[in-house]
């Protein structure tokens, strides 16, 4: 099992900075690829960020230019360094896990970021 816990959400001011983290444990193997989702009230959720183990990034369009996504694999650990953010970047944030050959999505529960003055 994998199980994914993030951390590091709260509300910030716009133009202010957030670093999410998101650490995962259990049979998490080598090679995966971890995300970055995110859901607004009313709206689906969307990827905003993803890395592989190798360290490969790609980012929405929302995101780039603003939001850094690393991972320390060592740790095990994901995250997501968020900077000049927008009210509309409030939504509750997710981590997804996805490993080498295997169909399933692995999702944390989730930890809410507020834009707002």
């Known amino acids: 099992q994998v199980q994914l816990v993030e951390s590091g959400g709260g509300l910030v001011q716009p133009g202010g900075s957030l670093r999410l983290s998101c650490a995962a444990s259990?049979?998490?193997?080598?090679?995966?690829?971890m995300h970055w989702y995110r859901q607004a009230p009313g709206k689906e959720r969307e990827l905003v960020a993803l890395?592989?183990?190798?360290?490969?990034?790609n980012y929405a369009d929302s995101a780039k230019g603003r939001f850094t996504i690393s991972r320390d694999n060592a740790k095990n650990t994901v995250y997501l360094q968020m900077n000049s953010l927008k009210p509309e970047d409030t939504a509750v944030y997710y981590c997804k896990l996805r490993r080498l050959r295997d169909p399933t999505d692995y999702w944390g529960q989730g930890t809410q970021v507020t834009v707002s003055s």
């Open positions: 259990g049979s998490i193997l080598s090679i995966n690829v």
């Open positions: 890395i592989s183990s190798s360290g490969t990034t």
